[in-house]
């Protein structure tokens, strides 16, 4: 029986985050200290018919496991406590982490509950 390959499922998941994600789908993360670390993000706003807990004006970011100019997995995942992501002119606190599917203990990609902060000027 042939092993599922991971990583093609990951590359897949970049290729369609970088693919679907506004401005196309480049993005920042922001840490105090170093420079903004790129990154390919998409937003996703929650639909109104979702049940369960959603702070207001609260939306899912989906961040790529791979960095977009090096095709390398991220230096730096994004951390919750210390990052905030940049993206389409807008910097968005990261409120909760969760790295979605994680088939042999490696993300596919980074699942991401942000919400606004402010304008990056």
Known sequence: ????NFNRIQRRADSLIA???GGLGKGKLRREGIPDRP???????YSPNEKGLVLDGSRRALVSRFDPVTKA???LPPNHELDKLVFAGEVMRIVKP???????GEPVYHDLEVTYDSLDI
């Open 19 to 21: 693919r679907f994600g």
């Open 1 to 4: 029986m042939a092993g599922f």
């Open 73 to 75: 997995p991220l230096a």
């Open 98 to 104: 969760d790295t979605g599917p994680r088939p042999n």
């Open 39 to 45: 990154c390919s993000c998409v937003i996703i706003e």
